[in-house]
Nanobody
Framework: QAQLLESGGGSVQAGGSLRLSCQISIRAYFPVRMAWFRQAAGMEREGVAC????????VYADSVKGRFTISKDNAANAVYLQMDSLNSNDTAMYYC????????????????????WGQGTQVTVSS
């Protein structure tokens, strides 16, 4: 099972930016899709963005469109989430997820579409 190692979380003021990184620890592991999820206190985990590393396509939740950008570095087996124009609603634990196989019957922003998860990195936005 692959380990996903997130980094880059922290505290920032509203309007600021953060860049999250997710590194896959196993070199021979090539997921078909990777994503970022977040979970605020008392809330369900929600999909933020996902990317298909092979072709570069991406999907975003409506709440982050135009503010967040997901990207990948296939050589480094890493995925990033650039977060701009942050607001207090973005405060949450952010998780990296990877899918070992395609699940076309499930939304790519659904937690059930992913097989491997990181431990999370906290993002706190103060107003």
């Amino acid at each position: 099972q692959a380990q996903l190692l997130e980094s880059g979380g922290g505290s920032v003021q509203a309007g600021g930016s953060l860049r999250l990184s997710c590194q896959i620890s196993i070199r021979a592991y090539f997921p078909v899709r990777m994503a970022w999820f977040r979970q605020a206190a008392g809330m369900e985990r929600e999909g933020v963005a996902c990317i298909w590393p092979a072709r570069g396509d991406s999907v975003y939740a409506d709440s982050v469109k135009g503010r967040f950008t997901i990207s990948k570095d296939n050589a480094a087996n890493a995925v990033y989430l650039q977060m701009d124009s942050l607001n207090s609603n973005d405060t949450a634990m952010y998780y990296c997820a990877a899918a070992q196989w395609h699940m076309t019957s499930i939304s790519p922003l659904n937690t059930d579409a992913y097989t491997d998860w990181g431990q999370g990195t906290q993002v706190t936005v103060s107003s």
